[in-house]
T-cell receptor, first 116, second 112 residues
Framework: GAVVSQHPSWVICKSGTSVKIECRSL??????MFWYRQFPKQSLMLMAT?????????EQGVEKDKFLINHASLTLSTLTVTSAHPEDSSFYIC????????????FGEGSRLTVL | QQQVKQSPQSLIVQKGGISIINCAYE??????FPWYQQFPGKGPALLIA?????SEKKEGRFTISFNKSAKQFSLHIMDSQPGDSATYFC???????????FGGGTRVLVKP
């Protein structure tokens, strides 16, 4: 199946700093990528839809100024958690839509963020 | 509003047994119903998916049953193995962009 890579897989940062997470589709072009957040033993909650070359669409209750999403190319979307606080600690997962080949949604391995 | 309800929350099954997980949805606009398997610390991996034009789909030991009128679908794992121990999520999405809504997840433990 298609491969979606996330980096870093885990990161620890101090409160007040910003953290950037990258999501890459390695063997297909993804015009649409999605960012999810998952707390321990809970389900995935969609944060935003990222479309290449345009502004992201955020779900209700997600602060767009706190979670900056950039989808500058067909293979890369980034999520920046700005001024991170301990409550932002979570597992962030991206997915990419392979429209051209399978029409399926492929998930990255996730990025564990811990804010001290 | 929880649009996809999944049950049970957890499940213990003996090796060789059948694991059954159920999901119900509310939005009749959904037309894509995938199941994902997630191991701790990893992202979800697509297991099997179905669209409303069929009532059942089988891939290996995994079968989806779909009841459009009841707005329900289920995953059956036949001949369950210890390696199947994971969290399983159902999801539902519309045709445009595959924006998915996930169920709450079911933690499956297969005992040897």
């Amino acid at each position: 199946g298609a491969v979606v890579s996330q980096h870093p897989s885990w990161v620890i940062c101090k409160s007040g700093t910003s953290v950037k997470i990258e999501c890459r589709s390695l063997d297909f072009q993804a015009t649409t990528m999605f960012w999810y957040r998952q707390f321990p033993k809970q389900s995935l909650m969609l944060m935003a839809t990222s479309n290449e070359g345009s502004k992201a669409t955020y779900e209700q209750g997600v602060e767009k100024d706190k979670f900056l999403i950039n989808h500058a190319s067909l293979t890369l979307s980034t999520l920046t958690v700005t001024s991170a606080h301990p409550e932002d600690s979570s597992f962030y997962i991206c997915s990419a839509l392979d429209r051209g080949r399978t029409g399926e949604l492929f998930f990255g391995e996730g990025s564990r963020l811990t804010v001290l | 509003q929880q649009q996809v309800k999944q049950s049970p929350q957890s499940l213990i099954v003996q090796k060789g047994g059948i694991s059954i997980i159920n999901c119900a949805y509310e939005n009749t606009a959904f037309d894509y119903f995938p199941w994902y398997q997630q191991f701790p610390g990893k992202g979800p991996a697509l297991l099997i998916a179905i669209r409303p034009d069929v009532s059942e789909k089988k891939e290996g030991r995994f079968t989806i049953s779909f009841n459009k009128s009841a707005k329900q679908f289920s995953l059956h794992i036949m001949d369950s193995q210890p390696g199947d121990s994971a969290t399983y999520f159902c999801a539902a999405g519309g045709a445009a962009g595959n924006k998915l809504t996930f169920g709450g997840g079911t933690r499956v433990l297969v005992k040897p």
